[in-house]
């Protein structure tokens, strides 16, 4: 593994820094609520995309740069070490655009990928039900042929913890369109309009105060033969496509953004005069530790992409150590910051409380020692008695 940068590679990172150095968002918003800073996370993608920044590892025909891997992960790293928003529509970015590209026909390429660039439209990913949320298969949402038109699929069905529903004109959905064959082989990869009375989104507030998530309850929401992706019954081909995407460049990002807060903490700590107490000082290098450790990790899992053409399953590593690492970080600030700390509407409360949901998020912490064990370690899968 080559940490050095070619100097095509050293240019792009420079030429992308100085464009950051020199365009910065706008304030974030005190007032307006989620949909004043969702506003303002749309308006600084839409500037990334004047500059064509907004996905430059999409392909220049589509909008992008053709930017490689590491290109795309110095990409990642910019915007966290420069502490900007993420842009709006990072699921169509990171996901619904890279599966159409793969999956998606001419038509499909041509109506959708320009609108999820330019944050134009936004979209969010229908995948998971209160029944089947790690067990993607067990999926219970069904798509009939409307038997009036014939050119029209009927989908009725639940889906949870959807990303920005409240925001999103479309989704990618997966639902089942032949019950009699195997879970695997019956579902079908729709793209469904969320903008119809038969699509209901209910906000799913947390412990923040923020409505990051939602539930979407679906009857008989209507979508054309045109709007499905991949083909009728190769909808799990499809969505492992997506899945595949889903943690390749946030990564990069989440390590930085981890960086940071630790390298806050160590301030915060300093300026207190604790880090000449050795419980504090031995915390503070554990955390060290590990958030080199997951660097190191973010950047194999790029050279194994690179050398095998696709992420290896250590990349659920990274995912699984930074969620562990941000929760004790947090709960290390709790003891070092004090009230502060634990008082609404602070940052470090805010990071306190978020912490909390990211061994459940992209991959709970139980199913990824389970894919590192079968996968990595080669140990053989549980077997449950009947």
């Given at each position: 593994?080559?940490?050095?940068?070619?100097?095509?590679?050293?240019?792009?990172?420079?030429?992308?820094?100085?464009?950051?150095?020199?365009?910065?968002?706008?304030?974030?918003?005190?007032?307006?609520?989620?949909?004043?800073?969702?506003?303002?996370?749309?308006?600084?993608?839409?500037?990334?995309?004047?500059?064509?920044?907004?996905?430059?590892?999409?392909?220049?025909?589509?909008?992008?740069?053709?930017?490689?891997?590491?290109?795309?992960?110095?990409?990642?790293?910019?915007?966290?070490?420069?502490?900007?928003?993420?842009?709006?529509?990072?699921?169509?970015?990171?996901?619904?655009?890279?599966?159409?590209?793969?999956?998606?026909?001419?038509?499909?390429?041509?109506?959708?990928?320009?609108?999820?660039?330019?944050?134009?439209?936004?979209?969010?990913?229908?995948?998971?039900?209160?029944d089947a949320g790690s067990d993607l298969a067990s999926l219970k949402t069904r798509a009939v042929?409307?038997?009036?038109?014939?050119?029209?699929?009927?989908?009725?069905?639940?889906?949870?913890?959807?990303?920005?529903?409240?925001?999103?004109?479309?989704?990618?959905?997966?639902?089942?369109?032949?019950?009699?064959?195997?879970?695997?082989?019956?579902?079908?990869?729709?793209?469904?309009?969320?903008?119809?009375?038969?699509?209901?989104?209910?906000?799913?507030?947390?412990?923040?105060?923020?409505?990051?998530?939602?539930?979407?309850?679906?009857?008989?929401?209507?979508?054309?033969?045109?709007?499905?992706?991949?083909?009728?019954?190769?909808?799990?081909?499809?969505?492992?496509?997506?899945?595949?995407?889903?943690?390749?460049?946030?990564?990069?990002?989440?390590?930085?953004?981890?960086?940071?807060?630790?390298?806050?903490?160590?301030?915060?700590?300093?300026?207190?005069?604790?880090?000449?107490?050795?419980?504090?000082?031995?915390?503070?290098?554990?955390?060290?530790?590990?958030?080199?450790?997951?660097?190191?990790?973010?950047?194999?899992?790029?050279?194994?992409?690179?050398?095998?053409?696709?992420?290896?399953?250590?990349?659920?590593?990274?995912?699984?150590?930074?969620?562990?690492?941000?929760?004790?970080?947090?709960?290390?600030?709790?003891?070092?910051?004090?009230?502060?700390?634990?008082?609404?509407?602070?940052?470090?409360?805010?990071?306190?409380?978020?912490?909390?949901?990211?061994?459940?998020?992209?991959?709970?912490?139980?199913?990824?020692?389970?894919?590192?064990?079968?996968?990595?370690?080669?140990?053989?899968?549980?077997?449950?008695?009947?």
């Amino acid at each position: 593994m080559d940490l050095t940068f070619s100097p095509k590679e050293t240019a792009f990172r420079d030429e992308l820094r100085a464009w950051l150095a020199e365009n910065q968002p706008d304030v974030e918003p005190l007032d307006g609520g989620e949909d004043a800073h969702y506003a303002w996370r749309r308006d600084w993608q839409r500037r990334l995309y004047d500059a064509g920044w907004a996905a430059p590892a999409w392909p220049t025909e589509y909008g992008g740069r053709g930017a490689s891997l590491t290109e795309s992960a110095i990409y990642f790293e910019e915007i966290g070490r420069a502490r900007v928003p993420f842009a709006a529509n990072t699921l169509g970015l990171l996901l619904g655009g890279p599966t159409l590209m793969v999956w998606g026909t001419p038509e499909q390429k041509e109506r959708y990928l320009a609108p999820i660039l330019s944050a134009e439209e936004i979209w969010c990913q229908g995948f998971s039900e209160p029944d089947a949320g790690s067990d993607l298969a067990s999926l219970k949402t069904r798509a009939v042929k409307d038997p009036e038109h014939p050119d029209q699929w009927l989908v009725t069905g639940q889906k949870v913890w959807t990303s920005g529903a409240q925001y999103s004109k479309w989704c990618m959905l997966v639902a089942r369109t032949d019950q009699d064959a195997a879970k695997h082989k019956g579902l079908t990869y729709f793209l469904m309009d969320m903008e119809q009375d038969a699509v209901q989104v209910r906000p799913l507030r947390q412990i923040t105060g923020e409505s990051e998530f939602n539930e979407l309850f679906i009857e008989e929401a209507r979508i054309p033969d045109a709007n499905v992706v991949g083909g009728v019954g190769n909808g799990w081909k499809v969505a492992l496509t997506t899945l595949m995407n889903e943690r390749a460049g946030l990564g990069f990002a989440l390590q930085i953004r981890l960086r940071q807060l630790l390298d806050d903490l160590i301030a915060a700590a300093a300026e207190r005069g604790l880090l000449e107490d050795p419980r504090y000082a031995d915390a503070l290098a554990e955390l060290h530790v590990r958030c080199e450790s997951i660097r190191l990790l973010a950047w194999k899992g790029l050279t194994d992409a690179e050398r095998y053409g696709q992420p290896g399953p250590e990349g659920s590593l990274v995912k699984w150590l930074w969620s562990d690492t941000n929760q004790r970080l947090t709960e290390l600030a709790v003891d070092i910051i004090g009230p502060e700390a634990l008082t609404a509407g602070t940052p470090w409360s805010y990071e306190f409380l978020r912490a909390r949901g990211n061994t459940i998020e992209g991959g709970t912490t139980e199913v990824l020692k389970n894919i590192v064990a079968e996968r990595v370690l080669g140990l053989p899968r549980l077997k449950v008695a009947a």
